[in-house]
C-alpha cells in the first residue's frame, strides 16, 4: 500500500532563550502567516520580518521574541 503525504505549515513563537513557546499547525502557509500576524498584533514589542534562517520559511523578531514558519511533510 502506497503512503500518501501532504504539507503542512508550522508558526511557531518563542523566546531567544528560552525556545518555542507556542505552535500552530496549519495547512496553507497563509494560515500560517495571518497566525503569526495575529500574535505580532497582540504584542508590544515592535516587530520586524527578516531573511528566513535555516530551515524557517518566514520569520520575524520582536524585543527577544521570534516567530518562525516551517514547512513540514506529514505521511497519512
Same mark, same amino acid.
Given at each position: ?7 503542512? @505549515?508550522?508558526?511557531?513563537? =518563542? !523566546?531567544?532563550?528560552e =525556545?518555542?513557546? @507556542? ?6 502557509l497563509? =494560515?500560517?502567516?495571518? $497566525?503569526?500576524?495575529? #500574535? &505580532?498584533?497582540?504584542? @508590544?514589542? !515592535? #516587530?520586524?520580518?527578516?531573511?528566513? $534562517?535555516?530551515?524557517?520559511?518566514? @520569520? #520575524? !523578531? =520582536?524585543?527577544?521574541?521570534? &516567530? ?5 511533510? &506529514? $505521511?497519512?
Amino acid at each position: 500500500m502506497k503512503k500518501e503525504s501532504m504539507n503542512i @505549515y508550522m508558526a511557531a513563537l =518563542g !523566546e531567544k532563550s528560552e =525556545g518555542i513557546g @507556542y505552535t500552530s499547525l496549519h495547512y496553507t502557509l497563509e =494560515g500560517a502567516v495571518k $497566525q503569526a500576524k495575529k #500574535w &505580532i498584533s497582540e504584542s @508590544y514589542f !515592535e #516587530w520586524k520580518e527578516l531573511p528566513a $534562517q535555516g530551515s524557517d520559511i518566514r @520569520y #520575524w !523578531e =520582536g524585543g527577544c521574541d521570534y &516567530i518562525e514558519i516551517k514547512e513540514r511533510k &506529514i $505521511q497519512n
